[in-house]
């Protein structure tokens, strides 16, 4: 999770977390994550979001050894867990703010993601931090959960709780984990911010430039349907 202060999550939720929920939903989804990863040229990976480190380890062990692996997150409780239950090699662990990452401008040829998009208070500034650490043809792996529809578990789970509270019935996952699905918004955050007229008039760039410029912001991505979504996003020149 990224917000402007640490998250809340303490030792004990983090290791109930890890114990329980890390194996019943998110393993196999990190280990399709990897698996993607390993068939592409990479040198230096960057996670966001990366919790108790399910998906971190899945990359460690997915990706070769001279591939560096710098895994983040906001709370130290999720990152003490993640070095605790450990990796197949070594992996930085540190904390940052998704939207306001400690590092240089084109530090990562990668930038991963797994089910923590949908928790940034500013997806837009997330993702712009994004864009600014990758290099030239970077890469934006990251997956988000489909509507609840699609998942059985979270849509069984918050039916039950309806039939319980039916006067105020519980909404969270519906409406945070499982309410960021929609392509034209998850697109519309993705895209840079456009030039003002009255900045475009001050001076006109050279064509090289206005050609990056457009590959930017025709950058392509491929969806995944059901359970999860995925998305890969490629960086242009």
Same mark, same amino acid.
Do not use: H, N, Q
């Given at each position: 999770m990224s917000s402007a202060k640490p998250s809340a999550f303490n030792d004990a939720v983090a290791q109930?977390?890890?114990?329980?929920?890390?194996?019943?939903i998110f393993e196999p989804y #990190?280990?399709?994550?990897? %698996?993607?990863?390993?068939?592409? *040229?990479?040198?230096?990976?960057?996670?966001? +979001?990366? !919790?108790?480190?399910?998906?971190?380890?899945?990359?460690?062990?997915?990706?070769? #050894?001279?591939?560096?692996? %710098?895994?983040?997150?906001?709370? *130290?409780?999720?990152?003490?867990?993640?070095? +605790?239950? !450990?990796t197949s090699r070594p992996v930085e662990w540190r904390m940052a703010d998704a939207m306001a990452l400690p590092f240089g401008d084109a530090e990562f040829d990668v930038v991963v993601c797994q089910f923590g998009a949908m928790f940034f208070p500013d997806r837009r500034k997330a993702f712009a931090e994004v864009r600014r650490v990758l290099g030239e043809r970077g890469l934006f792996l990251f997956a988000v959960w489909d509507r609840i529809e699609e998942n059985e578990i979270a849509d069984t789970i918050e039916n039950a709780l309806e039939s319980l509270f039916p006067d105020?019935?519980?909404?969270?996952?519906?409406?945070l984990p499982h309410g960021y699905f929609e392509r034209e918004t998850i697109a519309g955050d993705l895209a840079p911010p456009a030039v003002s007229p009255a900045q475009s008039s001050r001076r006109s760039p050279p064509a090289a430039a206005r050609r990056r410029r457009e590959s930017r912001r025709s950058r392509t991505a491929r969806a995944l349907h059901g359970a999860a979504r995925s998305r890969l996003v490629r960086r242009g020149r």
């Open positions: 109930v977390y890890d114990r329980f929920m890390v194996p019943l #990190a280990a399709e994550l990897a %698996t993607r990863l390993a068939s592409m *040229p990479v040198r230096r990976v960057l996670e966001i +979001a990366a !919790g108790t480190g399910v998906a971190t380890r899945a990359m460690a062990s997915a990706l070769p #050894a001279d591939v560096s692996i %710098t895994a983040t997150d906001l709370s *130290p409780a999720m990152l003490a867990r993640a070095e +605790a239950v !450990g105020d019935p519980p909404r969270f996952m519906s409406r």
